[in-house]
């Protein structure tokens, strides 16, 4: 979904999401995301995976809508976690 913005804004929104889509926290997750995908492309197939996103967090892969806004939580108390769930 497009935003409405301005030029201005557009380019300024570009460079806020590219400066934190860069950081070393997000680049690992890129990275491990990718192994995690092509292993299980390997494993599964490609079809298994299509609408499917590895949670970095519960540590398996879920569907795209399951894994936004902290699992339904929102994301207000997401940054003051101190372990990871395990299941």
């Not at 995908?37 to 197939?45: E, S």
């Not at 996103?53 to 939580?73: I, L, P, Q, T």
């Amino acid at each position: 979904m497009a935003y409405k913005l301005s030029a201005k804004a557009k380019a300024a929104k570009r460079k806020r999401d590219l400066a934190a889509a860069m950081t070393p926290e997000r680049r690992k997750k890129k990275a491990e995301n990718q192994r995690k995908r092509r292993a299980a492309k390997k494993k599964y197939g490609v079809s298994w995976l299509k609408g499917k996103d590895y949670d970095h967090d519960d540590k398996r892969f879920e569907s795209v809508r399951a894994n936004r806004g902290n699992d339904g939580k929102g994301t207000k108390k997401e940054g003051k976690k101190t372990k990871r769930k395990k299941k």
